[in-house]
């Protein structure tokens, strides 16, 4: 893993986005396409003003949401569906393929079933990411799943992510924040080519200390990034407070 550390979370956005371009376009010229996860959240929103003003060949570019939650529509203000379709998929043209997790079906296991079937066989070039507070990749909760090798799991969301969401002002109180997500799992993640873990502010700066330093096990999540050689994690000056000291 390699860490990179920018002025602010718009130069960290910047900077993320250029090494996924150079590494799509990589995948692009060698392999004739390139697929592509994406997070979602306040770290990813730079990232994707980035990203999306790109000269990218996008329909060579196929996508797979990273997660969502159960039970919550596409049109639901505060759904990584929204998200994804307001600050990506609209402002790209051409896109060979998108796949997303409805975690509103009607039938869980037979959606985790068909992601599951999409994405087996297929490799991931690059995995955009971000880490939560509580030191989850994904919205795979401490005590994540080291285990499992199915691309995408039902999860159950601990209190602490669950009040993260609150914090950000995605819901309004914790009793509205789904208890359940469909989300990519650690194992598919860390199989992907190269992961791209974006995490600013300084509020995520115990979440980055876990990544660095705490002892590589489930109930640090985020610190199993530490095993991906082509894992680069891009931090900014308030979030890599607690690696780094205060530099400015």
Known sequence: MRITICDDKHDLGNEAAKLGITLIKQAIEERGGATITMATGLSQSSLYTHLTASDLDWSAVTVFGLNEYVGISSAHPSSFRHYLQTRFIANVHDLKAYHEVQGDAADLDAEVARLNGLVNGREIDVAFLGIGENGHIGFNDPPANFITTDPYIIVDLDERCRRQQVGEGWFRT???????????????????????????????????????????????????????HECTLFLDRTSSILIMGDRR
């Open 174 to 228: 914790l009793s509205e924040v789904p208890r359940k997500a469909i989300t990519m799992s650690v194992r598919q993640m860390l199989h992907s080519r190269h992961v791209i873990c974006s995490v600013p502010d300084q509020r995520k700066a115990r979440a980055v200390a876990m990544c660095i330093y705490d002892q590589i096990s489930p109930y640090s999540p985020a610190s199993v990034l530490r095993t991906k």
